[in-house]
């Protein structure tokens, strides 16, 4: 089973969480996907994904501005199905614009982190998501 399911198209800051995530030493395990279109196959068990256990993970956190289909478009389609429409989605973003906020709270997010500038900042807001979504959330889960 996945914890987070990480949705982000830049390979930089791809990186970073990989390096942030094992340097947290905790025991999640997690999932970077590069497009919105494999997010939304990868929640529906659609595509490359329909061989493989659909399990959802506990967390997406969700990079907004997104190649082909949007982080919106993926938060859109997840809350039309049953199965996902209560899993928790953390839009992850750069962007401090009140309309995107908004734009992403009308879509269907659980909260919006803007991601922070530093290295050591973007570890300890990752190491509050993870301390809040995953160990102190209370979740209803669908199979």
């Known amino acids: 089973m996945v914890d987070i399911l990480y949705v982000e198209d830049d390979p930089n800051d791809a990186d970073i969480f990989n390096r942030l995530m094992r340097k947290m030493n905790r025991p999640f395990t997690?999932?970077?996907?590069?497009?919105?279109?494999?997010?939304?196959?990868?929640?529906?068990?659609?595509?490359?994904?329909?061989?493989?256990?659909?399990?959802?993970?506990?967390?997406?956190?969700?990079?907004?501005?997104?190649?082909?289909?949007?982080?919106?478009?993926?938060?859109?389609?997840?809350?039309?199905?049953?199965?996902?429409?209560?899993?928790?989605?953390?839009?992850?973003?750069?962007?401090?614009?009140?309309?995107?906020?908004?734009?992403?709270?009308e879509a269907g997010v659980n909260a919006y982190v803007v991601k922070p500038g530093s290295y050591q900042a973007t570890g300890n807001i990752i190491g509050k998501m993870c301390d809040f979504w995953l160990e102190n959330n209370t979740r209803i889960d669908h199979k």
């Open 30 to 105: 997690y999932k970077v996907l590069n497009s919105g279109s494999d997010a939304v196959n990868y929640l529906t068990g659609q595509g490359a994904y329909s061989a493989q256990p659909n399990v959802l993970p506990k967390l997406v956190l969700l990079d907004l501005n997104l190649n082909g289909i949007s982080g919106f478009d993926v938060v859109h389609q997840a809350r039309l199905l049953d199965r996902t429409k209560f899993l928790p989605i953390v839009a992850f973003s750069t962007s401090d614009n009140p309309r995107d906020i908004h734009s992403a709270y």
